[in-house]
Nanobody, 125 residues
Framework: QVQLIESGGGLVQAGASLRLSCAAS????????MGWFRQAPGKEREFVAS????????DYADSVKGRFTISRDNAKNTVYLQMNSLKPEDTAVYYC??????????????????WGQGTQVTVSS
């Protein structure tokens, strides 16, 4: 049973930074890519970023490229999302996700079979 536990959300002002963490357990973490998604009120859950099993490859949504950085520490079974220059439109519940298979940097929701409980990020203007 794969478990994903996010932490690090909060309320910040526009322009600030936050770092989200996601601790994984239940399977060999270092074999799989990991991803972050977010869901704002009244909107569908959307892709934010993904990282390959080694960390060598990453992929980002256009809306966060240049501001967010995904990384991982396989020794700690943890994936991170560093969020800089936050904007009010980044306000959402952020979810960590683990894919079903071995796609290097999956972007689609259907490619992910395991989800965390989510952590709220609120950016005030």
């Amino acid at each position: 049973q794969v478990q994903l536990i996010e932490s690090g959300g909060g309320l910040v002002q526009a322009g600030a930074s936050l770092r989200l963490s996601c601790a994984a357990s239940g399977r060999t973490f270092s074999r799989y890519a990991m991803g972050w998604f977010r869901q704002a009120p009244g909107k569908e859950r959307e892709f934010v970023a993904s990282i390959s099993w080694s960390g060598a490859s990453t992929d980002y949504a256009d809306s966060v490229k240049g501001r967010f950085t995904i990384s991982r520490d396989n020794a700690k079974n943890t994936v991170y999302l560093q969020m800089n220059s936050l904007k009010p439109e980044d306000t959402a519940v952020y979810y960590c996700a683990a894919p079903w298979g071995l796609t290097p940097t999956p972007r689609q929701k259907y490619e992910y079979g395991y989800w965390g409980q989510g952590t709220q990020v609120t950016v005030s203007s």
